[in-house]
């Protein structure tokens, strides 16, 4: 099973068959869902999804990227329940969700006053080719 969201599957489907495709972003942003799919990054420190830089901010690992820098959403100003999922958007709020998938132990709460944060290596996207 792949990572990719439907547009990003799209866009895959459209570059091959039509040789057509969005531009790529300049930034990528990173966020959280909890497990009523509800976005949950504006209910930490940072305020909303976390900017990253495409280019310098990730790293090329196989058939797959993760982050190469820490992301840190900050400290949570409230408790949150039931965190499960990470995803990448193109834009800081709505845009094209790119890709998501639950992390590591979810569902899983984050007590107001802690800090969310992923080190580098720590958030891995797979774009499987036909031998994984």
Not at 67 to 72: F, G, K, P, Q, R
């Amino acid at each position: 099973m792949s990572d990719f969201s439907v547009y990003t599957a799209g866009q895959v489907a459209d570059w091959m068959s039509q040789g057509t495709i969005a531009a790529a972003p300049s930034n990528l942003f990173v966020t959280v869902f909890d497990n009523t799919g509800t976005e949950r990054a504006s209910d930490f420190a940072a305020g909303g999804r976390v900017s990253t830089t495409t280019g310098t901010d990730w790293s090329i690992v196989n058939t797959g990227f993760e982050n190469a820098a820490e992301v840190s959403f900050g400290e949570a100003t409230a408790d949150i329940t039931g965190l499960q999922d990470i995803a990448l958007f193109d834009a800081s709020t709505g845009g094209n969700e790119i890709a998501r998938y639950p992390l590591s132990g979810a569902p899983f709460d984050v007590s107001d006053g802690t800090t969310l944060s992923f080190p580098a290596g720590n958030i891995t996207f797979d774009v499987q080719d036909r031998t994984e």
